[in-house]
């Protein structure tokens, strides 16, 4: 199985200010089809995760554009640009270049 | 919108098998180039996909769990299932039900909480 590693396990942040996330894979998640099957999930307080980016930079309908995906190969960050309040919850990476699919063990965001 | 909810028993003895229902609206189980999944979360843990099954009744499971596990497709109530046999208090969790491309998974089911106890 491909191995997730995110970073740091918790973020604590001021409003307006920025915060990032690292995720790691165990194997580089470049596909022979030229496309990187990395996913950024946020799941809030209660809910479900809803998809925030997919194929490592690409925002998914209606997330905001403070949020932005960038990497390659097995190195991959979620920026957030300016935090505001509706961004608290846990993060996660997936991988989907192969069976069976893994997530990263989470970065909870909280504000100060 | 396609919208996804997860039913069943909230409670399960160890060794019993535990049985989940998802139900799809919005939109046909069958339409569409998608597979259907189910994902779940111990309480204050991370994420594990359990498995999956495509329209057209194949099905990929996590191979830790391969030994245990069925889902399966009812086209005609818009349905797909999920069957755990011989669970244990390790298997204590939310479970999730998902649409997926080939890559992705949206939208999710709000989750349901099964407890393995006796």
């Known amino acids: 199985d491909i191995v997730m590693t995110q970073t740091p396990l918790s973020l604590s942040v001021t409003p307006g200010q920025p915060a990032s996330i690292s995720c790691k894979s165990s194997?580089?998640?470049?596909?022979?089809?030229?496309?990187?099957?990395l996913y950024w999930y946020l799941q809030k307080p209660g809910q479900p995760p809803q998809l925030l980016i997919y194929?490592?930079?690409n925002r998914f309908s209606g997330v905001p554009d403070r949020f932005s995906g960038s990497g390659s190969g097995t190195d991959f960050t979620l920026k957030i640009s300016r935090v505001e309040a509706e961004d608290v919850g846990v993060y996660y990476c997936?991988?989907?270049?192969?069976?069976?699919?893994?997530f990263g063990g989470g970065t909870k965001v909280e504000i100060k | 919108q396609v919208q996804l909810q997860e039913s069943g028993p909230g409670l399960v003895k160890p060794s019993q098998t535990l049985s989940l229902t998802c139900t799809v609206s919005?939109?046909?189980?069958?339409?569409?180039?998608?597979?259907w999944s189910w994902i779940r979360q111990p309480a204050g843990k991370g994420l594990e996909w359990i498995g999956r099954?495509?329209?057209?009744?194949?099905?990929n499971y996590n191979p830790s769990l391969k030994s245990r596990v069925t889902i399966s497709v009812d086209t005609s109530k818009n349905q797909f299932s999920l069957k755990l046999s011989s669970v244990t208090a390790a298997d204590t969790a939310v479970y999730y039900c998902?649409?997926?491309?080939?890559?992705?998974?949206?939208?999710w089911g709000q989750g349901t909480l099964v407890t393995v106890s006796s």
């Open positions: 919005g939109g046909s189980i069958s339409s569409g180039s998608y597979y």
């Open positions: 998902a649409r997926s491309t080939t890559h992705r998974f949206d939208p």
């Open positions: 997936m991988q989907s270049i192969q069976l069976p699919r893994t």
């Open positions: 099954i495509y329209t057209s009744g194949s099905t």
């Open positions: 194929e490592v930079s």
């Open positions: 194997q580089s998640l470049l596909h022979s089809d030229g496309k990187t099957y």
